[in-house]
């Protein structure tokens, strides 16, 4: 069974910093996908970035140069830093892990194509 907590959401200012972290239960990531996603109210959920096992991360148009996504070297904790934030990231942030073959971990992903999530963090920008 793997978990996956997250945790640093919280209310920020425009132009703020944010950092969220994952905890993990998956043994290794030698073939986990892992990834942010969110979810505004009345949106449907986006992934923003993801990391496939190699280490290779790629971001969505609304979020790159802003997010950086990393996990730490026991791979048992997925961080999402996220600067100069704007209210339209606005949006309850989902942690998420699949088991896929390398190469195909992108932010193209759907949510129904995620095996697991964590519980949400809701991070709150203010202008």
């Known amino acids: 069974q793997v978990q996956l907590v997250e945790s640093g959401g919280g209310s920020v200012e425009t132009g703020g910093s944010r950092r969220l972290s994952c905890a993990t239960s998956v043994d290794t990531y030698m073939t986990w996908c892992m990834a942010w996603f969110r979810q505004a109210p009345g949106q449907e959920r986006e992934a923003v970035a993801a990391?496939?096992?190699?280490?290779?991360?790629t971001y969505a148009d609304s979020v790159r140069g802003r997010f950086t996504i990393s996990q730490d070297n026991a791979k048992s904790t997925l961080y999402l830093q996220m600067n100069s934030l704007k209210p339209e990231d606005t949006a309850t942030y989902y942690c998420?892990?699949?088991?896929?073959?390398?190469?195909?971990?992108?932010?193209?992903?759907?949510?129904?194509?995620?095996?697991?999530w964590g519980q949400g963090t809701q991070v709150t920008v203010s202008s």
């Open positions: 998420a892990a699949d088991q896929r073959p390398r190469g195909y971990c992108n932010t193209d992903l759907k949510p129904m194509q995620i095996g697991y």
């Open positions: 990391i496939d096992s190699d280490g290779s991360s």
